[in-house]
Each structure stands twice: as C-alpha cells, then as structure tokens.
C-alpha cells in the first residue's frame, strides 16, 4: 500500500507559478515506482498531466502544459514535483499524483493521493 499526501496547491494569478509536491507517506517508497500527475476541473474528466519514470530520465507531458510545467522526483526525499510556470486559467483543477506505471492512461497506476486545488485567477 502507498500513501501519498499531495500540497503547495492554491490561489495565483494567471502568469504566475506554483510547485506541487506529492510526497509517500508512512512506510511508503516512493522510488519503487514511476508516478504521475493528473488533474480534474469542474465538470470534466481527470486527465493526464505529466509522467516520471522511476530515476527521472524519463518525462513525458500532456502538450497542454509541455514547456510550462515540469515534472521532477527526489528518491531520497521519497516526493515527487510538479513545476508550474505560466500559469493560465484552464490550468485550474484538482491536481492529483499518482504511483505505479509510467502513463498517461489513469488505469496503469495503482496508487492515487487526495489531491490539492489549484486556483488560477485572470
């Protein structure tokens, strides 16, 4: 069982930026799997965001958020980030990290967090 705890969600102003971070919690090892961040607006499905694989080598983004955001991982840390720059107001969601496969499909990944709000004001 993994644990994940998600923060750094909250209210900026398009332009601006956040950093999520999506970090396993109790006994949880975070580098035994490849993660991802989804997000889920109102009203729409969850979609894919971004992917990592298990020594960040290997990134993968959804083209609506490639060159703006970045993923990024730190083992020793067990937490998993994402860097949001440029934000625009579609970017706002409930961001959500998940553990388990390197994807952009929900269903290969076992693990999912609660998730953190993002808010982007115009």
């Known amino acids: 069982q993994v644990q994940l705890v998600e923060s750094g969600g909250g209210l900026v102003q398009a332009g601006g930026s956040l950093r999520l971070s999506c970090a396993a919690s109790g006994r949880s090892i975070i580098s035994r799997y490849p993660m991802g961040w989804f997000r889920q607006a109102p009203g729409k499905e969850r979609e894919f965001v971004a992917t990592?694989?298990?020594?960040?080598?290997?990134?993968s983004y959804a083209e609506s958020v490639k060159g703006r955001f970045t993923i990024s991982r730190d083992n020793a840390k067990n937490t998993v980030y994402l860097q949001m720059n440029s934000l625009k107001p579609e970017d706002a969601a409930v961001y959500y990290c998940a553990a388990g496969a390197y994807s952009s499909s929900r269903s290969g990944y076992e693990y999912w967090g609660q998730g953190t709000q993002v808010t982007v004001s115009s």
């Open positions: 990592i694989g298990w020594f960040g080598s290997m990134l």
